[in-house]
């Protein structure tokens, strides 16, 4: 690892390797640590990607090429069973703009694939980051014991993000739903539309989008996680025969597509997320380190936006960057001037601070409805949703700008 690496962004998640780009595409070096041995292609099957993320991906370059694997969609739907198994369409939404499902390492892959050749630094875990007390630069320990005193620190380290500890943010929280996630393959094409749909029998809710005309995403929310058996988390047949077990009374259909996903796609999750008022409060950037990502604003995926949003702040990060140190430079030649990086990251958490505040939020009160037996709590969910969201798809009309 180069010691004088002038900008280091710490995971090579979709933030990370989105920021790296989004620097790249400006002008700007930089140097991704992760401490992984390889590229995190394969867990989380699916991400979809809204309107607001296209605009994102448009900016990166990378738009075209991920249009190719994924098809559009164009509607959402609820249907719930009643006792006797007869359908009822409880909600249709069609929505404008564009909607499209991704495998998770497609999106991974073609962000990597455009950066430059040796960008990514895998097996560097950062164990640690300080302030060296005479230049005031982030200095960073490697689990390896190295150090490396880069100008500018960004903390794309998601959930358990040692960047947010250095800056103090309050840790993030845990939703008491567990989602299960999985790819199912039709090898002779399924029959299903265009849309979203939630399935709805005895409480259980199941989501299935079609990623093109073969490979099917779902998702479902685990009533009961065996507390004891820890090796859950890990196992993924004892997932599947967990979730076979959650959806016995759901249509043959879904049944079926439970049994048959890829025994590699399954995973169980945790749901983590920062409460909005810390977000709203808490300190973002301090010198010449940021957050950016889930390290700043996980919050679970009831909206789906979590990873857009993430490729929203690279593209605002790396134009506040290229503006801000355009035209200075310090002793050494070098742009990245402290003041300049300094301004730059305060402006950036400026102008993300109430994008990501409002994000989470809803996505907090949406969290809170459907985890929540409390009536009344339920009842406060449903009033703040409606007095602060009334247009419920406004998250995904935003346009976080030009590169
Ligand atoms: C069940 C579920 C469904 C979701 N669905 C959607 C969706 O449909 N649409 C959507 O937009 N979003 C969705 N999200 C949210 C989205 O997945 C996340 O917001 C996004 O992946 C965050 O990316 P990230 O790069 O910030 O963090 P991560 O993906 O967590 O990446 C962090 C990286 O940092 C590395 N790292 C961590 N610590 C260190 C360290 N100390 N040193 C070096 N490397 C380190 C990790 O190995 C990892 O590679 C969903 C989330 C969940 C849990």
Excluded at 6 to 24: P, R
Excluded at 247 to 276: F, G
Excluded at 315 to 326: C, E, N, S, T
Aim: contains cysteine; glycine residues 6%; hydrophobic residues 40%.
């Amino acid at each position: 690892m180069d010691e004088d690496s002038e900008v280091v962004i710490i995971g090579a998640g979709i933030c990370g390797l989105a920021t790296a780009l989004a620097l790249h595409k400006k002008g700007i070096k930089s140097v991704v640590m992760e401490r992984s041995e390889s590229l995190r292609n394969v867990s989380g099957a699916a991400i979809i990607i809204q309107q607001n993320g296209w605009r994102a991906l448009h900016q990166l370059g990378i738009d075209e090429i991920l249009r190719q694997t994924a098809l559009p969609i164009y509607r959402y739907r609820t249907i719930s069973f009643d006792d006797r198994g007869r359908q009822k369409e409880t909600s249709l939404i069609h929505w404008e703009g564009e909607w499209r499902c991704l495998r998770r390492k497609n999106l991974i892959d073609t962000l990597y694939a455009a950066l430059p050749r040796g960008t990514v630094k895998f097996n560097c875990q950062v164990e640690s980051i300080k302030l060296d007390p005479y230049s005031t630069k982030p200095v960073l320990r490697s689990v390896n014991g190295s150090f490396i005193r880069p100008k500018v620190v960004i903390g794309c380290d998601g959930n358990n993000s040692i960047t947010a500890d250095f800056l103090n943010l309050k840790p993030t929280k845990m939703f008491s739903l567990c989602p299960v996630r999985g790819l199912t393959t039709y090898p002779n094409g399924h029959p299903y539309d265009n849309e979203f749909i939630r399935l709805i029998k005895d409480n259980i809710v199941v989501a299935r989008i079609p990623i093109d005309d073969n490979l099917v995403y779902w998702f479902c929310f685990l009533t009961y996680v065996p507390k004891a058996n820890e090796k859950i988390w890990k196992d993924p047949e004892l997932i599947r025969q967990l979730t076979i077990e959650m959806v016995r009374n759901h249509p043959q259909e879904i049944q079926e597509m439970v049994e048959n996903a890829d025994i590699k796609s399954l995973s169980l999750t945790h749901l983590r997320y920062r409460a909005p008022w810390d977000l709203l409060t808490g300190t973002c950037c301090k010198g010449t380190v940021a957050v950016a990502g889930d390290a700043m604003h996980a919050m679970g995926p009831f909206l789906g936006q979590g990873g857009a949003a993430a490729l929203e702040d690279a593209i605002v990060l790396a134009r506040i960057m290229a503006q801000r140190l355009g035209s200075n430079s310090d002793e050494s030649g070098s742009k990245i001037t402290v003041h300049g990086v300094e301004d730059a990251l305060n402006l950036y958490v400026k102008e993300r601070r109430m994008r990501v505040v409002l994000l989470s939020l809803q996505t907090y009160l949406i969290g809170t409805l459907s985890s929540t037996s409390s009536r009344i709590k339920k009842m406060i969910c449903v009033m703040l949703l409606i007095l602060l969201f009334y247009d419920q798809n406004s998250h995904m009309y935003y346009d976080c700008g030009n590169l």
